[in-house]
């Protein structure tokens, strides 16, 4: 079993670099519940900033840092497995983001996880549902974000239905409201581009049902308090107050004339966009009436970390599913997972792999490794990342997956470091470590029986791996011999030596 910390910080921080506005919760574990000590917001319009082709406009990415640089100052002296921070939609969407995101890194001081859309949709479900009254119905949530937007079908802390949609309040004002102008032609644009997003889930999510609706963040608050000022005795959103305020909206003309205290105006450029979405959503799901909910994505983030601190980590569960969807040889698979980790243990400081995260992935790794058997058992390797690398992982951010997809597919045969270097440092340099480590473990497992193997030593030095065998031969295990002959041909093609030594 992978390690399980024994005692939860108690203080966590969260920080949710949305594609809108970035937040960061702060909360203090108080027997075994969390209590929010600070929260800082920012509106910084990441998504803006992201072309069509993926590119990060300088001005924006500046932003985007001097916001870092003032979270980081409040994160200074928490320690790393005390606060996530997860990059969402428009960092999805951003290509050749490798420097921005190591510039992010050193701003605030903590790694940058970025998560794909159905990870984002469970860490909004678990941050509604953490911070909601118990409920033994179901509960659809909707959150809408400056480039996407989620939908999740739940029931109590599990979700049944998780969706992402490319569709935002930002990226959909900047396609039909750039130039602020509002008018009922540009509306019914705008309203047929949703209509068209949400179709692939429409008939899904109404065959499952839901019992109540819920809206997470900051959009679907600004769009319930517009309505409350239209209409004071106004109790929750509904479809018919929200066709009323896109005709306020369309009469204004103009952003900048909407005539609503409550839409501030650092929401005015991007309000008609998330309008239009939730009024699509309300008109395309069927739903009655919604009132907005407390959690969102941020606090997700807190109660998942809690639960790596416990036996409910979802990526465990992730884990374990796995292995039992692809038949895994479970006993094999956790012979392979002892020695690999015993061997990281022995070289743990000299490799410099002391990040709590080498040895959950080495963990994983051996636990998963045979996972592309099930697809064929010629090159499964390479089935077993490419798995890993496109499942849908609940609790894995994507560097994580990838990381665990790219040492998986080169625990056998010839040593491939192609998509290494697509990792985030340091991991990029790293993994081609955790990857000797698993294939070494694997090697010598190979006739899956459970005998002991004999005391092996490792000693690394720089690019050097010894071995040391407490065997007087390897003679008596000829098959091993060869393997490990080939192994050390496989390595120097890469630059790396392997030496063995037995006595």
């Known amino acids: 079993m992978s390690p399980v910390p024994t005692r939860a910080p108690e203080v966590l921080a969260a920080v949710d670099l949305g594609s809108n506005t970035f937040h960061m919760v702060v909360a203090r574990h108080v027997d075994g519940h969390l209590v929010i000590i600070d929260r800082l917001r920012e509106m910084v319009r990441l998504a803006e900033g992201v072309d069509e082709q993926g590119r990060l406009d300088k001005a924006v990415a500046a932003r985007a840092l001097a916001c870092l640089q003032r979270f980081g100052q409040r ?49 909004i479900y678990s941050g509604v549902a953490h911070t909601s009254p118990l409920d033994s119905g179901r509960r659809l949530v909707v959150d809408i974000g400056g480039g996407s937007t989620e939908l999740i079908i739940g029931q109590g802390l599990e979700p049944l239905e998780l969706e992402s949609i490319d569709l935002g309040c930002v990226s959909l004002s900047e396609a039909y409201f750039r130039d602020g102008k509002l008018s009922a032609k540009r509306f019914e644009r705008a309203r047929i581009a949703a209509r068209q997003g949400l179709e692939p889930v429409q008939q ?64 005015r450029q991007a309000f008609a966009g998330g309008l239009v979405i939730l009024t699509e959503v309300f008109a395309q799901l069927g739903i009655r009436q919604m009132r907005v909910a407390d959690g ?3 606090e997700g983030l807190l109660y998942d970390m809690m639960g790596r601190y416990t036996a409910e980590d979802a990526r465990e569960r992730t884990v374990r599913s796995m292995q039992q969807r692809y038949h895994v040889d479970l006993q094999q698979a956790a012979r392979v997972e002892q020695t690999a980790l015993g061997f990281l243990a022995q070289v743990r400081d000299e490799w410099q792999l002391q990040d709590p995260l080498a040895e959950l992935a080495l963990s994983w790794a051996a636990r998963l490794h045979e996972i592309g058997l ?12 490419y798995l890993l690398e496109n499942g849908d992982m609940p609790g894995f951010a994507r560097e994580e997956q990838l990381l665990l997809a790219r040492v998986v597919g080169a625990h056998r045969r010839k040593l491939v470091l192609e998509g290494v270097e697509d990792l985030i440092p340091p991991w990029d340099q790293l993994a081609v470590r955790l990857m000797m480590l698993l294939r070494l473990a694997v090697l010598l497992h190979r006739d899956r029986s459970g005998l002991p193997l004999p005391g092996i030593t490792l000693q690394p030095k720089g690019r050097v791996l010894e071995l040391q065998f407490k065997l007087r031969s390897l003679r008596d295990h000829p098959l091993t011999s060869a393997d490990l002959q080939q192994e050390v041909e496989y390595l120097d093609g890469q630059g790396l030596r392997l030496r063995i030594f037995t006595s």
């Open 374 to 385: 099930d697809v064929a058992h010629s090159g499964y390797h390479r089935h077993g990342a």
């Open 296 to 298: 969102a994505m941020r």
């Open 204 to 267: 899904v999510f109404r065959a499952r049902g839901w019992d109540t609706a819920a809206g997470s963040s900051g959009t679907v608050r600004a769009i319930q308090e517009a309505l409350r000022e239209m209409d004071p005795q106004c109790t929750a959103i509904t479809l018919p107050g929200l066709e009323q305020c896109i005709e306020l909206l369309a009469r204004a003309g103009a952003a900048r004339a909407i005539p609503l205290l409550t839409v501030t105006d650092d929401r």
């Open 75 to 123: 994160l200074a002296d928490m320690h790393a497995d005390s606060v996530r921070v997860v990059g969402t939609n428009a960092l999805r969407r951003a290509r050749r983001k490798q420097a921005f995101l190591e510039r992010a890194r050193e701003a605030i001081g903590h790694p940058i996880e970025i998560v794909a859309g159905r990870e984002e949709a469970r860490l």
